[in-house]
């Protein structure tokens, strides 16, 4: 009896194991490729995959790195920890095979922590390059460095900040670096690299003038692959706001989105820094003028608690609409905003006052920052308007005041995310710099740089005198670009100019000069290295 008694309970434990394999089999069967197609697998699966959390969502599906993590029994963190030690130390020895084959193994293990792929692809590019004599060589540890993120590309294809990074790598590594020369040509030549690209970013959007890739135009396709992600809701890193408001993890969206048309100005003024001062400079400033208006053009969430997103270029707009309301008021309370304002204009700073009076045309750079600041300290807000309305008017005014109150907020938001990206300057720059004067100009101190250094002294001069026409020109229309980087970069080749009357035996500056408030503006940059 007692052995009968085990066997059913035997028999009865059996069948109960089998009747729950059957839930345990729809809830957690895996999906499988079938006929070149994917099965939905059980419910599990479904749910991972309906919430991008499978491997699968995430990237490719490594064995090496599947193997590594079961090898490591479940001290992954350990492991990866003492990989980075390790990684470290052979970076200090400059023991760089080592260090590559150690990197290649932090990512096999943690192939979905971004930071890996983010810091060893900047370390690579920036920090191990500049190890290495040849340019040649920094090159192709540049390279190395960009290869690694897009490995990372690879297994993390919807994080938006790798793309960034790629897009960073090549255009600042590649066109700001003390190589930036060398390295612009290599990348130009690199046809290998370039069908490797090809299969991540059209390549065909990235030739310059010369018809061949260009590094800053390479860069932007990647940033324009990552503001394809994040315009489909996928976060990035820094801070970035949902349509709950709520702050969530990402890179500020003012600034993602901004290094795009950056990187089209970037490429205007590499290409005209190496000869092609013609119709395909003009086209250039032309693309990144309008791509900066998109930019601008395009809602930007903030943090303010607007109820709908700002746009740069609406900042005019709004100010005028302000205005309006601001008029309304003067007719329901005359003169109260202008006794407002000039008690306020009383109060201010001697620097201040004497900033504002000053002609906007003949304003310091310090001035015209002083002055912008004292008309914004100065200007009469709205319930200061309203606290000296009369009981009667009570109602109506506050009706203005609470309109006006939003429209000066949101003004003064635009005004602040604009001055984060200096986009008025960028705005300005890409207007300037498409029109002739200024293709000219840039055109003539070109030829005259060659004139001198072949010592065609005579020539120089006169063609350095006819670009000084061309940007006295320029100047005065419009006067805020004589502070900027612009006049800097022009300072430097007034010194050029300098340098080649020296050596006619003429005194600078001659008596013709039409650039002197230009140099007077910029004592140090006229110094140079001296």
């Given amino acids: 009896m007692i052995a009968n008694a085990s066997f059913r309970r035997k028999v009865i434990y059996g069948l109960l194991i089998a009747v729950l394999l059957i839930p345990l089999y729809l809830i957690s069967r895996p999906a499988v490729r079938s006929n070149g197609q994917l099965t939905k697998g059980g419910i599990l699966a479904q749910l991972r995959t309906d919430h991008g959390l499978s491997q699968a969502d995430l990237g490719e599906i490594d064995p090496a790195s599947e193997s590594m993590k079961l090898a490591t029994l479940g001290m992954r963190g350990i492991a990866a920890n003492l990989l980075w030690e390790r ?6 020895e400059q023991d760089w095979d080592n260090l590559t084959a150690t990197l290649n193994q932090i990512s096999k293990l943690q192939p979905n922590f971004i930071s890996v792929w983010q810091y060893q692809g900047w370390n690579l590019a920036y920090n191990v390059s500049v190890e290495f004599d040849d340019y040649r060589s920094r090159y192709l540890w540049v390279k190395r460095g960009i290869n690694l993120l897009r490995e990372g590309m690879r297994y993390n294809p919807q994080e938006p900040m790798l793309t960034w990074e790629l897009g960073w790598t090549f255009g600042h590594k590649l066109g700001r670096a003390d190589e930036y020369v060398q390295y612009r040509r290599l990348y130009r030549e690199d046809r290998p690299f370039h069908e490797e690209l090809q299969t991540s970013i059209p390549m065909d959007q990235t030739l310059g003038p010369d018809g061949k890739p260009d590094n800053w135009l390479t860069g932007r396709q990647w940033f324009l692959r990552g503001e394809q992600l994040v315009n489909k809701g996928i976060p990035i890193r820094g801070r970035l706001v949902d349509p709950s408001d709520r702050v969530r993890r990402g890179k500020s969206h003012l600034l993602f989105f901004s290094q795009a048309p950056k990187w089209l100005i970037s490429h ?3 290409i005209e820094e190496e000869g092609h001062l013609d119709e395909a400079a003009q086209v250039a400033w032309m693309k990144a003028g309008a791509d900066w208006v998109k930019y601008g053009l395009s809602p930007i ?4 608690g607007f109820r709908e997103p700002i746009r740069l270029e609406d900042m005019e707009r709004v100010e005028r609409e302000a205005e309006e309301l601001g008029l309304q008021l003067d ?6 905003r202008a006794e407002i304002e000039n008690e306020k204009k009383a109060a201010l700073d001697p620097a201040e006052r004497e900033a504002m009076e000053m002609p906007a045309a003949e304003r310091t750079e310090e001035q015209r920052m002083l002055a912008l600041a004292a008309e914004r300290k100065s200007r009469a807000r709205y319930p ?3 606290e000296r309305a009369p009981p009667e008017l009570k109602r109506e005014v506050d009706k203005i005041v609470k309109l006006g109150e939003e429209k000066r907020a949101i003004a003064d938001a635009i005004y602040n995310y604009r001055d984060q990206v200096n986009y008025s300057y960028w705005k300005l720059r890409c207007e300037v710099e498409q029109t002739k004067d200024a293709i000219d100009g840039r055109k003539l101190v070109w030829e005259a740089k060659q004139a001198a250094e072949e ?3 005579e020539e120089a001069k006169q063609k350095y005198e006819a670009a000084w026409d061309r940007w006295a020109t320029i100047f005065a229309e419009y006067p805020e670009m004589m502070e900027d980087t612009t006049a800097e970069d022009l300072v430097a080749d007034i010194r050029n100019y300098a340098w080649v009357l020296s ?3 003429i005194a600078f500056p001659p008596p013709d000069f039409k650039l002197t408030k230009l140099v007077e503006l910029h004592p140090e940059e006229m110094r140079g290295e001296e």
Wanted: no cysteine; glycine share 0%.
């Fill in 301 to 304: 969430p903030t943090t303010y």
């Fill in 384 to 386: 200061e308007v309203a």
């Fill in 331 to 336: 007719k329901l309370l005359p003169n109260v």
């Fill in 455 to 457: 010592t065609r002294l």
């Fill in 268 to 270: 205007a003024v590499a």
């Fill in 503 to 505: 050596q006619l035996e």
């Fill in 87 to 92: 990684a470290n130390r052979y970076k200090r």
